[in-house]
């Protein structure tokens, strides 16, 4: 799971972008890409959309956390972001939803074996020393 891990207030979020807020996005302004040129016309409904936009991201980042185990929390509720958010927050949290969201189609990928760092830096070495020209 990758999230985009923001703080307001005393709070701590993890904001992730999963299958089901890609679809409930969609309903709620059109997805992804509505949202993002959305929130570049700022205004009060685009104030309104990304607190929306930030309490469903907020709201599954909450479930996969306690699906993994972790303690559970409380997730952002909208209204209450529209209250609490102040104005030097605003382009904190937008960087927080546009990072969730291109993390969400991201891919964690692990490699299929163990590299060695050491072996691979000493490997990288004597190519370049292999093919300088001797003068």
Known sequence: MQAAQVRLGDREYSLVYNGYAMFELEELCGGAT???????????????????????????????????GYTPSDAAEADALEELIMPLDIPHVKQAVYAAILSGYGREVEPEED?????????????????KPNI
């Open 34 to 68: 509505a949202l993002f040129e959305e929130l570049d016309k700022g205004g009060i409904e685009g104030f309104r959309l990304l607190c929306r936009a930030f309490a469903l991201l907020s709201r599954q980042g909450e479930l996969c956390r306690r699906r993994l």
């Open 115 to 131: 590299t060695d760092l050491v072996l691979a830096e000493l490997a990288q070495k004597k190519r370049t020393k292999s093919q």
